[in-house]
């Protein structure tokens, strides 16, 4: 709830909230501190008294007189000490004004019945109302109108009693009155005072949780933009794969882990064969359709610590940690029969769907990835050549297995290192991929 500190008219004359719902808060919010004080008020008066009849006994000795008011007192004892009980167990009941207010006025009652059957002492009797006076202003914790009618009570009953008993001279009595007054007036400032600091803190409490809140949501949502704005500048908007940046900084945080651990790391260039003819035949929104579904088949066979992003137009890399050829190949195939299988609704049935996949792997020495992905660029380039919807490892198959394996085409002589005499790369390359060598500006 929000609140105008600046507002003067905040509070009406009883030191309370306008708005009765924020009255009703601020109430709900120092319940239990009520019932604690109100708790704690009663246990002292029903201990004063029980202290006072000691006052009366050596006033009074043991007449009747005495026994009437130490049971009063002990009424007043017994209420006091069941209202606390009653407080501590349901701490809502110190905020009814009818259990306080019905108890207070019981122990006025007593206190004026003490003034009129006590002996004049007057020095004692002016103490104790004062005392009493300051105590339903200060100490029980009620609401203005009912401190004001408990104390005009207390003013009208003192008046009545000295005029009742007619012992106290008139001077005494006016002096005795205008303490009172006194008392009252100040009690009546101090409370307002200190209910009005009350509500202003609460008031405040209440701003600075609401401006905490709103701060939070900015935060919050700054977070959220943040995110949003990581997301957008890693991420390629068409197919939600890594962007060709993040790709390389993934990729290279791979490379470094599998140089210090000493584990293999392989690398597949996925082309969608002929995609030019499929944008030019159906569109370039389907081309783009396309693309998402490849994307997904990548996806679908990579295990979470892959990486795959978007090199450019219709290729995409991809980036297997923990992975030597065999198993590249593997997935390279799985790929390449998934995007075979692919039907989409945009397309005619029998329009044909196909990637390439060149495969490699980082060699023992190599600190760049741009080696490897040469190599598995010039193996997708020598798929290309061969016929496309292939996949081509750039790499000897294992002992024993022919240059078909793992559903792959193996090439050996498309190893070649880059840091190689270019003289020898440059005949192997002739020799190997002489019709589809991938452009030199690539890397
Ligand atoms: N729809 C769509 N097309 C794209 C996008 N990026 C690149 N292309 C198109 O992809 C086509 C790539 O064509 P080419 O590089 O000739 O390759 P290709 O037709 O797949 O032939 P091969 O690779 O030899 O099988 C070009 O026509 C580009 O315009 C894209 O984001 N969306």
């Given at each position: 709830?929000?609140v105008?500190?600046?507002?003067?008219?905040?509070l009406?004359?009883?030191?309370?909230?306008?708005?009765?719902?924020?009255?009703?808060?601020?109430?709900?919010?120092?319940?239990?501190?009520?019932?604690?004080?109100?708790?704690?008020?009663?246990?002292?008066i029903?201990?004063l008294?029980l202290?006072?009849?000691?006052?009366?006994y050596?006033?009074?000795?043991?007449?009747?007189?005495?026994?009437?008011?130490?049971?009063?007192?002990l009424?007043?004892v017994?209420?006091?000490?069941?209202?606390?009980?009653?407080?501590?167990?349901?701490?809502?009941?110190?905020?009814?004004?009818?259990?306080?207010?019905?108890?207070?006025?019981f122990?006025?009652?007593?206190?004026?019945?003490?003034?009129?059957?006590?002996?004049?002492?007057e020095?004692?009797?002016?103490?104790?109302?004062?005392?009493?006076?300051?105590?339903l202003?200060l100490?029980?914790?009620?609401?203005?109108?009912w401190?004001?009618?408990?104390?005009?009570?207390?003013l009208?009953?003192?008046?009545?009693?000295?005029?009742?008993?007619?012992?106290?001279?008139?001077?005494?009595?006016m002096?005795?009155?205008?303490l009172?007054?006194?008392?009252?007036?100040l009690?009546?400032?101090?409370?307002?005072?200190l209910?009005?600091l009350?509500?202003?803190?609460?008031?405040?409490?209440?701003?600075?949780?609401?401006?905490?809140?709103?701060?939070?949501?900015?935060?919050?949502?700054?977070?959220?933009?943040?995110?949003?704005?990581?997301y957008?500048?890693?991420?390629?908007?068409?197919?939600?794969?890594?962007n060709?940046?993040?790709?390389?900084?993934?990729?290279?945080?791979?490379?470094?882990?599998a140089?210090?651990?000493?584990?293999?790391?392989?690398?597949?260039?996925?082309?969608?064969?002929l995609f030019?003819?499929?944008?030019?035949?159906?569109?370039?929104?389907?081309?783009?359709?396309?693309?998402?579904?490849?994307a997904?088949?990548?996806?679908?066979?990579?295990?979470?610590?892959?990486?795959?992003?978007?090199y450019?137009g219709?290729e995409?890399?991809?980036v297997?940690?923990?992975?030597?050829?065999?198993?590249?190949?593997?997935?390279?195939?799985?790929?390449?029969?998934?995007?075979?299988?692919?039907q989409l609704?945009?397309?005619?049935p029998?329009?044909?769907?196909?990637?390439?996949?060149?495969?490699?792997?980082?060699?023992?020495?190599e600190?760049?990835?741009?080696?490897?992905?040469?190599?598995?660029?010039?193996?997708?380039?020598?798929g290309?050549?061969?016929?496309?919807?292939?996949?081509?490892?750039?790499g000897?198959?294992?002992?024993g297995?022919?240059?078909?394996?793992?559903?792959?085409?193996?090439?050996?002589?498309l190893?070649?290192?880059?840091?190689?005499?270019p003289a020898?790369?440059?005949?192997?390359?002739?020799?190997?991929?002489?019709?589809?060598?991938?452009?030199?500006?690539?890397?």
């Open positions: 709830m929000a105008n500190l600046g507002n003067a008219g905040l009406n004359w009883r030191a309370e909230f306008h708005d009765p719902k924020m009255e009703a808060l601020f109430r709900h919010s120092i319940l239990s501190h009520n019932a604690c004080q109100l708790s704690l008020a009663l246990c002292v029903a201990l008294f202290v006072f009849a000691l006052a009366d050596s006033l009074l000795g043991k007449s009747e007189g005495f026994l009437l008011l130490l049971s009063a007192r009424v007043t017994t209420t006091c000490l069941l209202l606390a009980l009653a407080v501590w167990r349901q701490p809502a009941l110190a905020q009814r004004a009818l259990p306080v207010n019905l108890v207070g006025l122990s006025i009652t007593v206190l004026l019945l003490t003034l009129l059957v006590r002996p004049l002492h020095g004692l009797h002016v103490a104790s109302l004062v005392v009493a006076s300051m105590a202003y100490f029980l914790p009620n609401r203005l109108p401190m004001l009618a408990g104390n005009a009570y207390l009208v009953g003192f008046v009545g009693t000295t005029l009742f008993s007619a012992s106290l001279p008139p001077v005494l009595i002096t005795s009155l205008l009172l007054l006194f008392t009252n007036l009690g009546w400032l101090s409370i307002t005072h209910k009005r009350k509500r202003l803190q609460f008031s405040m409490l209440l701003e600075e949780r609401s401006a905490n809140r709103r701060l939070k949501e900015e935060i919050a949502e700054r977070k959220a933009l943040e995110a949003r704005l990581r957008m500048a890693c991420t390629d908007g068409l197919t939600g794969v890594a060709r940046r993040h790709f390389f900084e993934l990729a290279t945080q791979e490379l470094r882990r140089r210090r651990d000493g584990t293999p790391l392989a690398i597949c260039m996925v082309d969608v064969d030019k003819r499929l944008n030019d035949h159906h569109g370039h929104a389907v081309g783009d359709m396309v693309l998402t579904r490849v997904d088949c990548c996806r679908s066979v990579l295990r979470e610590c892959d990486v795959v992003g978007r450019g219709e995409f890399v991809i297997l940690p923990l992975a030597d050829l065999a198993t590249a190949a593997i997935v390279g195939e799985r790929l390449r029969q998934q995007v075979s299988a692919l609704p945009m397309l005619p029998q329009t044909p769907l196909s990637v390439t996949v060149g495969i490699s792997q980082l060699a023992p020495g600190s760049r990835l741009d080696p490897a992905l040469l190599r598995a660029d010039r193996a997708l380039y020598a290309k050549a061969a016929g496309r919807n292939c996949v081509v490892v750039a000897a198959p294992p002992p297995a022919s240059h078909r394996y793992a559903g792959a085409l193996w090439r050996p002589e190893t070649i290192l880059l840091d190689e005499a020898t790369a440059a005949a192997v390359q002739a020799a190997a991929v002489p019709a589809a060598e991938p452009p030199p500006d690539r890397f």
